[in-house]
């Protein structure tokens, strides 16, 4: 079986991230995603400067979002980030985020980041450091 790295992060919905349904606006999801990779990062030592530190930057270049249900202001959400292992030069994360209160699905969605050097030239393979990372976590 296949090993699985999962990050569980927790925010709580901002007036100024509601719209005028009293909702989250739509587009304030994608600032939940970046929460969920930043608290990856943290948790497993692929933060953005962990990877700048290695002169590579890993810009998006898919977001799939899917909506599923909906948070108001002062709720708290759940924000589930998993790695998705994959042989290309790519980084792939999948996210559910669950409304805290019960348990509902609010949004499913998936990032695809690939690498490049400081310059912006993609890296067409993956970089020593990225492979040496799968290695301590169990990915090889």
């Given at each position: 079986?296949?090993?699985?790295?999962k990050?569980?992060?927790?925010?709580?919905?901002?007036?100024?991230?509601?719209?005028?349904?009293?909702?989250?606006?739509?587009?304030?999801?994608?600032k939940?995603?970046?929460?969920?990779?930043?608290?990856?990062?943290?948790?497993?030592?692929?933060?953005?400067?962990?990877?700048?530190?290695q002169?590579?930057?890993?810009?998006?270049?898919?977001?799939?979002?899917d909506?599923?249900?909906?948070?108001?202001?002062?709720?708290?959400?759940?924000?589930?980030?998993?790695?998705?292992?994959?042989?290309?030069?790519?980084?792939?994360f999948?996210?559910?985020?669950?409304?805290?209160?019960?348990?509902?699905?609010?949004?499913?969605?998936?990032t695809?980041?690939?690498?490049?050097?400081?310059?912006?030239?993609?890296?067409?393979?993956?970089?020593e450091?990225?492979?040496?990372?799968?290695?301590?976590?169990?990915?090889r």
């Amino acid at each position: 079986m296949k090993k699985t790295l999962k990050n569980i992060t927790e925010s709580i919905i901002r007036f100024s991230e509601i719209d005028s349904m009293k909702v989250v606006w739509h587009g304030n999801y994608v600032k939940y995603l970046e929460d969920g990779r930043e608290a990856f990062g943290r948790e497993f030592n692929l933060g953005y400067m962990d990877v700048y530190a290695q002169e590579v930057m890993t810009p998006i270049v898919k977001l799939d979002i899917d909506y599923k249900n909906y948070v108001s202001y002062d709720e708290k959400i759940r924000i589930e980030t998993e790695f998705v292992d994959t042989d290309a030069a790519k980084i792939i994360f999948s996210y559910k985020i669950f409304r805290y209160s019960d348990s509902k699905i609010v949004v499913s969605a998936k990032t695809i980041q690939v690498f490049t050097d400081i310059d912006g030239s993609l890296i067409l393979t993956n970089p020593e450091f990225y492979e040496k990372w799968k290695v301590k976590w169990g990915l090889r």
